[in-house]
């Protein structure tokens, strides 16, 4: 696509709750990145996807957090048992390799 | 690991000339990235550093001094609409493309 793509935009949901966060990368881009911005705050790098390379997954804070790519395109990044630190911005972005970042407009994830 | 510092906030007046500073300690060195976010949006790529010195893109110019861990955005003509936070982030040289740590941002406030 002509962008990155991501959805939910919004996702209010209850603590305890599992949840799914999409991506779409641009089309061609190798390299797909998961972010996350709480409010205020610089970004916090998640997860890395190169190729067919295994993911970089030394970001995620908790093993309620995975994250798959499937086809080398769409990801979906997952987290179990969501808590209320979890509520931020998930961001998703890609790149050519070695290339600056095209990000995703985000979703916004509030655990209530 | 890597550390990335920006100054928190910045005041400039329309028309001026800001400068926006930003050092980082790390291990090796594989690339510097400077990105801009507006209030409630996603950032946006501006510009890249690998070699040192200037690089020129119309209003906005990017410094690198990979002796001194050290790089500057330039923003010439200040208009309201650069209003946003500026992203300082430095790609991990321990990968062979483009995961990078982001500074927390400098908040740039243009006034009339």
């Known amino acids: 696509g002509a962008g990155v793509s991501q959805s939910p935009s919004n996702k209010v949901t209850e603590k305890g709750k599992d949840v799914e966060l999409r991506c779409d990368p641009i089309?061609?881009?190798?390299?797909l990145y998961w972010y996350r911005q709480s409010l205020g705050q610089g970004l916090e790098f998640l997860i890395y996807?190169?190729?067919?390379?295994?993911?970089?997954k030394s970001g995620l804070p908790s093993d309620r957090f995975s994250a798959e790519r499937t086809g080398g395109s769409v990801s979906t990044l997952t987290i179990q048992r969501t808590q209320q630190e979890d509520s931020a911005v998930y961001l998703c972005?890609?790149?050519?390799?070695?290339?600056?970042?095209?990000f995703g407009s985000g979703t916004r994830l509030t655990v209530v | 690991g890597q550390n990335i510092d920006q100054p928190t906030e910045m005041t400039a007046t329309e028309g001026a000339i800001v400068q926006i500073n930003c050092t980082y300690q790390?291990?090796?060195?594989?690339?510097l990235f400077w990105y801009q976010q507006h209030a409630g949006e996603a950032p946006t790529f501006l510009s890249y550093?690998?070699?040192?010195g200037l690089e020129e893109k119309g209003r906005f110019s990017s410094f690198l001094s990979r002796s001194k861990g050290y790089s500057y955005l330039l923003l010439k003509e200040l208009q309201m609409k650069d209003s946003a936070s500026y992203l300082c982030?430095?790609?991990?040289?321990?990968?062979?493309?483009?995961?990078?740590?982001f500074g927390d941002g400098t908040t740039l406030t243009v006034k009339p």
């Open positions: 790390t291990s090796g060195f594989n690339g």
């Open positions: 550093n690998v070699l040192d």
């Open positions: 982030a430095v790609r991990d040289p321990n990968t062979n493309a483009g995961k990078s740590t």
């Open positions: 996807f190169q190729g067919n390379s295994a993911p970089d």
């Open positions: 972005a890609s790149s050519q390799t070695g290339g600056g970042y095209t």
């Open positions: 089309s061609g881009h190798t390299a």
